[in-house]
């Protein structure tokens, strides 16, 4: 059973950074893709950015191009997103997920979700 726990949510003011951490249990980590989805009040689930199992591919959605990085350890079985220059409409609850990580990437591709964390950008 695959577990994945998401953890660095929270409150930041417009141009700050934020970093979100999933830790993934239970599994052989470096088997699996793993992205993050993000949704907000209202509006749609929304893929944010994916990273292949050998960490040498990744994927990003056109809205955060060029201000997340993701990464990942598959020492510490762990991913990362690194979220600069934080938006308003960059606020949501972030959602760790194992997917797989093609061009074609989205939320029919997920195999498992996390519980979610909240990302609130506001001055």
């Known amino acids: 059973q695959l577990q994945l726990v998401e953890s660095g949510g929270g409150l930041v003011q417009p141009g700050e950074s934020l970093r979100l951490s999933c830790e993934v249990v239970?599994?052989?980590?470096?088997?699996?893709?793993i992205g993050w989805f993000r949704q907000a009040p209202g509006k749609e689930r929304e893929g944010v950015s994916c990273?292949?199992?050998?960490?040498?591919?990744?994927n990003y959605a056109a809205s955060v191009k060029g201000r997340f990085t993701i990464s990942r350890d598959n020492a510490e079985n762990s991913v990362n997103l690194q979220m600069n220059s934080l938006k308003p409409e960059d606020t949501a609850v972030y959602y760790c997920?194992?997917?797989?990580?093609?061009?074609?990437?989205?939320?029919?591709?997920?195999?498992?979700w996390g519980q979610g964390t909240q990302v609130t950008v506001s001055s």
């Open positions: 997920v194992a997917i797989l990580c093609d061009a074609n990437w989205n939320d029919n591709s997920v195999d498992f």
């Open positions: 239970g599994v052989q980590f470096r088997l699996y893709d």
């Open positions: 990273i292949n199992n050998s960490g040498r591919i990744s």
